[in-house]
C-alpha cells in the first residue's frame, strides 16, 4: 500500500551503465548538459520530503536508474518491463514505470530495493503520474487516460478509463487528483475523480510536467512555461530536439535521446556547478637523495678512534615506465534484477 503524497513530478532517463560528467554549458545556454552512454527516454524528480532523487529510464535495457539529485551518486538499479519508456515519482521513494512493449506498469520501491507489476492498463501505456492515491496512465490504443485508484494496494485496482480526442503524449499530477495530459492536438486538465475534462489549451506539447503551481511544457526544440489557465508565459531555446521533462521546484529536467544526453536548468549548485577540467601535469625527473654525513665522535683519551663505516650508496630512484599502472575501478552499481510481484488484474 502507498501513502497518498504530493504529486512529485517527472523528469526522465534509466540506463544500464551511465556515465554522468557535468559539464558547463554556454554562457547564453541555462541549461547543463549531463552526457550519457546510454539511450535514456525519460526522467523524474522526486522532491518528497524523504529527499529528492532523480530516476531515468533506458528504453533498450528495460531498466531504470537512481539518482541522489544532490550529488549525483547512483541509488540503485531497477530491471523493469519490455519497452520501459516513461516513469513518476509516487511518493516515499516509490516510481512507477509504464512499460509500453508489455502494457504493464512496474512499481519500484527504491528503499526496499522492491518491484511490483500492475497489469491490464491498456494497450502501449506511454504516460504516468500520481496524485492523491490515483496513478493516471495514458495510453495510445485507445487514446485515453486510465486512472487507477492504489489507495489499498494492486490486489483489486478499481479504475476510470477516459477518452481523449487525439493520441496522448505524455501527463502530469496536479494536486487534488487533477492532472494535466498532452495530446496531439491540445493540452488538457482532467479531475481524476469524476474523469471530466476541466480546461483545454490548443496549445501543442511533446511533453508536460508541473510542480506546485509551476507547468512546463516541450513544444519542439523550446520549454514552454504556462499559467493556471494553460496559456503561454515563456518560451526557453532547449538546443536540442527533447522528447521528456519534469520539474520540481526551480530544477528543470529534459531529456535529449539523440543526442544522448539530458539537460538541467535551475538546479542545485552542486548539480549544476561546472567542474573544471583538470591540468597535465608534467612528470619530474626522480632525484638521487644526497648521502648522509655521518658525525664522528672523538674517541676518549688513550684509545684507539673507530674505525668511519662507508656511507650507505642511495638506491636508483624507479624510472617512469617501471611504475605499475593503476587499474581504475568501475563505478557502475550493480543491476538489481528484482523479480516483480504479479498481482491481480484491476477491475472496472
Known amino acids: ?61 528495460a531498466s531504470v536508474m537512481i539518482f541522489d539529485a544532490q550529488t549525483m551518486a547512483p541509488k540503485g538499479t531497477f530491471a523493469c518491463g519490455e519497452g520501459a519508456s516513461a516513469i513518476t515519482s509516487a511518493g516515499n521513494t516509490v516510481f512507477a514505470v509504464a512499460n509500453g512493449l508489455a502494457d504493464t506498469i512496474t512499481m519500484v520501491d527504491v528503499e526496499s530495493g522492491n518491484t511490483t507489476l500492475i497489469e491490464d492498463t491498456g494497450h502501449v501505456p506511454n504516460g504516468v503520474a500520481f496524485s492523491d492515491s490515483l496513478l493516471a496512465v495514458t495510453t495510445r490504443m485507445p487514446a485515453a487516460l486510465i486512472l487507477l485508484d492504489v489507495s489499498e494496494g494492486f490486489g483489486r485496482v478499481p479504475r476510470r478509463i477516459v477518452e ?19 495530446t496531439e492536438s491540445a493540452l488538457l486538465r482532467v479531475d481524476g475523480r469524476s474523469g471530466r475534462i476541466l480546461d483545454r489549451s490548443d496549445a501543442v506539447a511533446s511533453d508536460v510536467a508541473v510542480s506546485g503551481g509551476r507547468i512546463v511544457a516541450l513544444s519542439g526544440d523550446m520549454l514552454v512555461e504556462l499559467d493556471a489557465a494553460l496559456n503561454t508565459v515563456e518560451r526557453t531555446p532547449v538546443g536540442a530536439l527533447a522528447t521528456r521533462v519534469d520539474c520540481s521546484g526551480e530544477l ?26 583538470p591540468k597535465e601535469l608534467t612528470p619530474l625527473e626522480p632525484v638521487a637523495p644526497e648521502p648522509a654525513v655521518l658525525a664522528t665522535p672523538e674517541p676518549p683519551p688513550g684509545e684507539p678512534a673507530p674505525a668511519i663505516p662507508e656511507p650507505p650508496t642511495p638506491l636508483p630512484a624507479p624510472s617512469p615506465e617501471q611504475a605499475p599502472e593503476e587499474v581504475p575501478a568501475t563505478g557502475a552499481p550493480e543491476v538489481v534484477e528484482a523479480q516483480p510481484v504479479r498481482e491481480g488484474k484491476a477491475t472496472e
Open 1 to 61: 500500500m502507498f501513502t497518498p503524497a504530493r504529486p512529485k513530478l517527472a523528469v526522465t532517463a534509466v540506463l544500464l551503465t551511465v556515465l554522468l560528467h557535468t559539464v558547463s554549458a554556454p554562457a547564453q545556454d541555462p541549461f547543463y548538459r549531463h552526457p550519457s552512454d546510454a539511450t535514456l527516454r525519460d526522467i523524474v524528480v522526486d522532491g518528497s520530503n524523504a529527499g529528492r532523487l532523480i530516476a531515468c529510464v533506458n528504453k533498450l535495457s
Open 252 to 277: 528543470v529536467a529534459v531529456v535529449a535521446p539523440a543526442q544522448g544526453a539530458w539537460l538541467l536548468k535551475g538546479g542545485p549548485a552542486a548539480v549544476a556547478q561546472a567542474q573544471p577540467a
Open 164 to 182: 481523449l480526442p487525439a493520441t496522448p503524449a505524455g501527463v502530469a499530477a496536479e494536486t487534488g487528483g487533477r492532472f494535466i495530459v498532452a
